[in-house]
């Protein structure tokens, strides 16, 4: 997982802390449930929406 951090890049399975750490902060959730919400971040202007279950990313978009 660190070598995916590194490269900052995003994959299934990912915690929403080790998505941070990958691609910056959030700027935008639809709920305050951690773990269990969509999480859209803003890295260097590229933007990414990133849905977590059970705080797992399940559905990545953009980038």
Same mark, same amino acid.
């Given at each position: 997982?660190?070598?995916?951090?590194?490269?900052?890049?995003?994959?299934?399975?990912?915690?929403?802390?080790? !998505?941070?750490?990958?691609? $910056?902060? =959030?700027?935008?959730?639809?709920?305050?449930?951690?773990?269990?919400? &969509? +999480? !859209?971040?803003?890295?260097? $202007?590229? =933007?990414?929406?990133?849905?977590?279950?059970?705080?797992?990313?399940? &559905? +990545?978009?953009?980038?």
């Amino acid at each position: 997982m660190w070598a995916t951090i590194d490269e900052h890049q995003v994959k299934p399975g990912m915690s929403e802390l080790e !998505t941070r750490m990958a691609i $910056g902060s =959030k700027v935008h959730n639809d709920s305050s449930t951690v773990g269990n919400r &969509t +999480i !859209t971040y803003d890295q260097a $202007g590229k =933007k990414w929406s990133v849905t977590y279950v059970d705080n797992h990313a399940t &559905t +990545i978009r953009g980038g």
